[in-house]
Structures are given as structure tokens and as C-alpha cells.
């Protein structure tokens, strides 16, 4: 007989806590992405206790996110609520393609080359990975013409140093750790799905979507194809997707209604 | 009414004297590629007077030529005749297809790339042209499976720093005045067909086969698609090679019985 899959409650406590603010994010970018969503201290709370998050913790990072003008506060009586602001608000929407969508970030690598002699082109934005002091892999063509922009096809063998420059073996890592975490996050999801309680599924939905997006926001923006052997980004975006899409995003409503996981 | 063509004489008159060891090797790269092929000092003499070259620096080149192993002489009673040593056939032999081609030097250009922490490739050959500390331009993909080798399609706008790289400004200017020189050979060549003298001829095709030598002995070996705007290497192998097929290379007892140009 096959061990019983884990429920919830048990991968978390298996796991590090996470960075609360980056936490913080991960959900207000999932159910409050509406002008006028809002989510009280008490569900926040109850959201990320699953996590390991002590009250004091969450209360410096709301306090951190709310200087840094990620979010604001509002009080009703002895009630605190908080929401995203303007920038908060578009660094979600921002974001939201990358973490939510199903296909590769990028379907095409190019191989950019500059004059030794000349300042790199300032076209080589944050979305593409140096190779060296002349050259830079990027998922589009430069626009100045001084640069030499060769497209990399998918069945041109890759060398090894490029495909670490791509991704560091820490985040080859990092790939793998989540896909065993999203395997076993979908055999708890496959054995209970009859009765599931709101608050594990919202729980669940919120570590994938934390999970997919710290790597999803690591990771270049370049084709599968020029990753390291044993990048696990694919799988990872199939599973994180599937789940997302199983396990139902809730209003801010549905949230404050959610009782305590632990 | 057109000026009327000038003749070799003047042609060669109106240049400067070239390196006399390497208007040699021309020669006899030329005419003496046959293992017993040999000329005689006087027939040297009169082959290369007609380029300004005096009898002290024949003698000083041949003894060079000599001494660096390209050539032996032998003498018969008063006269000395010279031939082509292993090493000089070898040498000639291994420069005849790139001179006498009618066709591009290369077809394909690659641009390599390797590590920047790796030593360069010992596949970067003096084929390749060096574009930067961890990048060149090849007529093959690199053997080394850790260098990037891309094809660089004909249709691929190419950078003029790349273009300046594969050929400097000086070796387009030497392009434009082969194709000048090589326009007045033929036209020449058109204007006296029928009434042309041997030896004209012969230190015509000379003229024509060490000027072009010159130049593609320095070209790299990458397809035209490469170089510079205003390169006329194309245009000057079309007109070399015409030049050299209507100016019949002559035997080594042929050059011997020519009389003095001058």
C-alpha cells in the first residue's frame, strides 16, 4: 500500500517559513488584484499561519510593504484592513503574465554580439543573459543595427557554459525541489478531492502560487531549449498550471470567511 | 575618341617596384610547379626587369630565396638556373587552389563563441577572424562541442564593425586598385589581341597573377557576404581569372626562349 499523501499542514511544517513580504505579495497579487479588494490583519493572519508566520512577523512586513507604498491600511473599529496601492497594484499586473500564463516565457534566444570597442547597446535589458564582455543571449533580436542579432535554433546543440550562464545550478535546484513539492501537492489534491476543506485549498493554492512564482520571476526569460539538463521549469509550469487551475482562486470575501487550517 | 590603351610597359612604369622575393614566388609558383620545371638567372632577369627590378636586387632575393629554403640552383658552365625546393613546391602547391579559383573562397561564415573562464579553441585556425576576447568569424563550425558555432545566414544584416573586422580599410582600398589595374590589363589585352607579343603577354600575366596573388593571400577565408562595402574582391577574381585564362601560361622552355620586353 502506498504511503498516504501528506496533507497540507504537514508540507508546510516540513518547510522553511518563506520571506513573509514576499509571501504578502504572492497573495495580494492572486485575490486582490481588484482597485478595490481588500483583506483584513485577522485573514492575513489566518493565511499565512499554515507558513510558519509568527503574528510579529506579519506585522513588521505589512509595516515594511507598507513604507516601501506596496500597500495601505485602512482601520473599521478595532479592524485593520490593507490593500495594494497604485504601484502596487502595477507591479502585480506587471508580474501576472509571467506567474500565471501556460507557455514559455519565450519561444525564441538570440545570440546578440557588440563591437569589443563600442558600450554595450542599451537594448540589453534585464531580459537578457550576459555571455561574456561583448556578447548576450536575449529572447529578441537587438534593435541597433550595430549589433550582430543571430537567432539560436532550437536544434542548434548548446553548449554547456551557455546553459549555466541561463541558470545557475541553484536554480536548477530550486526547479527540482518544486516540482517534488508540486507532485505531492497534486496526490494530496488527487486523494482528497471529495472533501477537501476551503481553507486547505486556499492554503494549497497559495504555496503553488508563491512556490511557481519565485521561480518563474528567477528564471530568464528565454526559451526551454537553452536551459540546463535537469531544468525542471517545464514540468514545474505544467503542474503549477493544472493546479492552479484545480484548486479555485477566492474573493477577498471567500477569503475573510475561510476559518483557521491549523 | 578614347584614350588609347596603355601598354604593359607603361603599366608597369608608372607602379611601384614590388617585393622581389614574392614577385618570384609568383613566378615560380606559376610556371615551375613541375618537379624538374626550372628557370635560368637570365630569364629571371628578363621576366622581372620589366617591373623595375635591377640585377643587385634579383641577385639579393634569389639568394634570400635560397636560404630560406624555397629554391636551389645548379649551375651549367656560366649560366645558373633555379627550381623550386620541396618545401617551395610544397608551399606553391598549397597557395595554387586559393589563387586559381574561380570560385569564393568560402560559402559559409560561422560566428563562434566560447567561455570567457576557457581557454580559446585550438579549432580557431587562421581561417577564423577574431571579433572579440570570446568570439570569431569561421568558414567551419568549431569540432570543440563546448564553442557555439552559428551560422551566419547571407541574409543576416552584418554589423560594420564585424565587416571592418573581417577586412581592414587598407585591404579594401588594395581591392579597388587590383580592379582598376586589372581593367587596364584587359583592356589592353582587348585592344592588342592580335598583334601581342610573348613576352608581353608573359610579364602581363605575371603582373596580373602577383597582384592578385597579393590579395588573396591576405583576404581572410570567409564568403563575400562578409566584407566591407566597396570590397571588389569578387569582381577582381572574375577579372583575374579571365586574364589569366586569355594569357596563356607559358612553359618553363617557353620563358626561356622569350626575348627582353624592354
Known sequence: MPAPPPDIAALLAARDTPRVWSLLVSLF??????????????????????FGVKPEALRVSLHRLRKDGWIESTREGRRGFYRLTETGHRESRRASPRIYSGTALAEEAFV??????????????SAAVTLSATSALSPRPAED?????????????VPAW??????????VEQSRALLTLLEAVAAWRAATAEHQNASASAVARLLV????????????????????????????????RALLASLPRLTPKQIEALGSLC
Open 29 to 50: 497579487g492572486d485575490v486582490a488584484q481588484s482597485p478595490d479588494a481588500r483583506l483584513s490583519g485577522a485573514a492575513l493572519g489566518r493565511m499565512t499561519e499554515p
Open 112 to 125: 546578440l554580439l557588440w563591437d569589443p570597442s563600442a558600450t554595450p547597446p542599451d537594448a540589453l535589458t
Open 145 to 157: 543595427a550595430g549589433v550582430l542579432s543571430l537567432l539560436l535554433a532550437p536544434s542548434e546543440p
Open 162 to 171: 551557455i546553459r549555466a550562464k541561463v541558470c545557475p545550478k541553484a536554480l
Open 209 to 240: 502560487l508563491h512556490e511557481w512564482r519565485r521561480l518563474v520571476l528567477r528564471q530568464p526569460t528565454l526559451p526551454d531549449f537553452v536551459f540546463p539538463k535537469g531544468w525542471q521549469g517545464p514540468a514545474c509550469r505544467a503542474r503549477a
